[in-house]
């Protein structure tokens, strides 16, 4: 997985989160669930592994994994933890920087985490985004700004020159972008429904040969306090939204 996109708004943001995978590890519908902290989380749960790929939490916290980090990778099972549990893990640390500098990576396969913070209590865009990568080796920590648009896809299905066509993709659908605010989530879910490269294969809802393909999309859209969580099961033609009023 997967392909990311994230664009602020005024008020808050919207991030869309398209998850490639291998159709037997297709996820169940929204649910809200309660940390060990005791705070509460939206995300959908991924029924192999129990963790997740996308989650918010009432205190301002939105997160999201690709898997891989700059390359395709060799996989040296067995790993120690499912990516997805350390992503829930996450929103039990008070601090992102701690998590990123300390959390035991030991045996974890490459991943891309990235963190959407609004810390300040003025419910704009987020205060800031953190782009993590483990490469299996190294840690790598990115400050992106928060006022401009971003793209990602998943190094493990995409390689760099794809990478590149598909966020053309991205740049150009945003160049004719002429809807309102209040429009912008439905104009961005749309994107991630049919923008591709022509390619079935590398198309932004991709399927190769029923091996690996698009199972889902999950949006978050943030709003002042309001925070909506609307994910589509592609495969079992569902939907589901939740709600959650931010602190």
């Not at 987020?126 to 190094?155: V, Y």
């Not at 972008?177 to 994107?191: C, D, G, I, R």
Request: hydrophobic residues 35%; contains cysteine.
């Amino acid at each position: 997985m997967c392909t990311v996109t994230y664009l602020p708004r005024p008020r808050g943001f919207v991030l869309t989160h398209n998850r490639d995978e291998a159709p037997s590890r297709s996820p169940q519908s929204i649910v809200r669930e309660r940390t060990p902290g005791g705070q509460t989380l939206l995300f959908p749960r991924d029924t192999q592994a129990g963790g997740t790929w996308i989650a918010s939490s009432r205190n301002g916290k939105t997160a999201c994994l690709l898997n891989g980090a700059f390359i395709l990778h060799r996989r040296q099972l067995p790993y120690r933890k499912s990516r997805g549990l350390i992503l829930l893990d996450f929103f039990d640390w008070e601090s992102s920087d701690a998590f990123f500098a300390d959390y035991d990576l030991h045996n974890i396969e490459p991943f891309t985490f990235l963190a959407f913070e609004r810390t300040g209590g003025n419910h704009t865009t987020p205060d800031r985004i953190l782009e993590f990568r483990w490469d299996g080796e190294q840690r790598h920590l990115k400050h992106l700004d928060p006022c401009q648009p971003h793209f990602w896809c998943s190094a493990t299905l995409y390689p760099a020159e794809m990478q590149r066509k598909r966020e053309a993709v991205f740049q150009h659908w945003l160049g004719r972008l002429t809807t309102n605010e209040h429009k912008l989530p439905s104009a961005v879910l749309n994107l991630h429904q049919t923008g591709g490269v022509g390619d079935i294969e590398n198309d932004f809802v991709m399927n190769r040969a029923g091996r690996v393909q698009t199972v889902s999309i999950t949006q978050i859209s943030v709003h002042e306090k309001n925070l909506r969580m609307k994910y589509l099961d592609l495969l079992g033609k569902n939907q589901s939204e939740r709600r959650l009023i931010t602190v």
